[in-house]
């Protein structure tokens, strides 16, 4: 979901925004957390599928022998 920020350009338009007006630091800063958006979805993914924080919506089905 984070990656769609750059697909549908809006991240190139926050970039340009700060751009226009010069703002360095901010352009830096819009990397990092975007960067930083990215990791955390992947890691919230991971731990979705590991079960980590997460119920299951059906029981897992008993194992036959």
Do not use: C, S
Request: charge should be negative; aromatic fraction near 6%.
């Amino acid at each position: 979901m984070v990656g769609a920020l750059e697909r549908l350009g809006v991240i190139g338009a926050i970039r340009d925004r700060f751009a226009a007006l010069d703002a360095i630091d901010a352009l830096r800063d819009i990397d990092e957390v975007y960067e930083r958006l990215l990791k955390l979805e992947q890691e919230e993914q991971m731990r979705a599928i590991v079960g980590d924080g997460y119920r299951t919506l059906w029981p897992r089905e008993p194992q036959q022998a």
